[in-house]
């Protein structure tokens, strides 16, 4: 998964920090950000900056959804598959708070 190209964030998408995403997922600080590097699912503006999730990026890549994320990369937003995470992403943190 080396070369795959960066996602680009929309400003109306969702982001989480990493304590938003240990949260949801349950995985530990260090595998939440190896996960996210390796499909380059997140922002960084630099080494000491915050990082930002793509919060429905991160859903398909813990369920494994290949095809969704690659759909995603190609800007496919509205295809079911896709869309399905994005409500997901809106929903999952609201109903936690």
Known sequence: MINLPPLIFHPSDTVWCVKEAMFV?????RVVRRMCREHRIIQQAGPAASIRIHAAAFLMT???DDTALELLRGDERSHPAVARYFHAARQIL???A
Request: hydrophobic share 25%.
């Open 25 to 29: 997922s349950g995985l530990s600080d």
């Open 62 to 64: 813990i369920h494994g």
């Open 94 to 96: 609201k109903t936690a």
